[in-house]
């Protein structure tokens, strides 16, 4: 049996979709609900603040769960807050 090079590995955030947060849209939405900061929007989520702004920043792609919570939280969907898009595509 061959071992699984890192590169041949699954993503554990999915080999086949990339989550962006889309920031103006997930920022107008929590300021409805009262948050203002990174950090209390973290704690809504239920994650560290690091996190969330990897999140921000495009850095790092949400699992599926994380960004269902996330949107839920904020009384949205999925599609409304995160731009997804098949993992390789131009993003340019």
Do not use: C, W
């Not at 948050?35 to 560290?48: E, Q, R, S, W």
């Not at 996190?51 to 009384?75: E, I, V």
């Amino acid at each position: 049996m061959e071992a699984t090079t890192k590169s041949d590995a699954p993503s554990p955030e999915g080999d086949d979709v990339t989550a962006r947060l889309r920031v103006e849209e997930y920022d107008r939405l929590a300021e409805q609900k009262g948050i203002t900061t990174i950090v209390a929007a973290a704690k809504l989520h239920g994650l560290n603040r690091a996190l969330l702004f990897g999140y921000r920043s495009g850095r790092k792609s949400p699992h599926l769960s994380t960004a269902m919570k996330m949107a839920a939280d904020l009384d949205t969907t999925v599609e409304k807050i995160f731009e997804l898009r098949p993992d390789g595509e131009d993003r340019g």
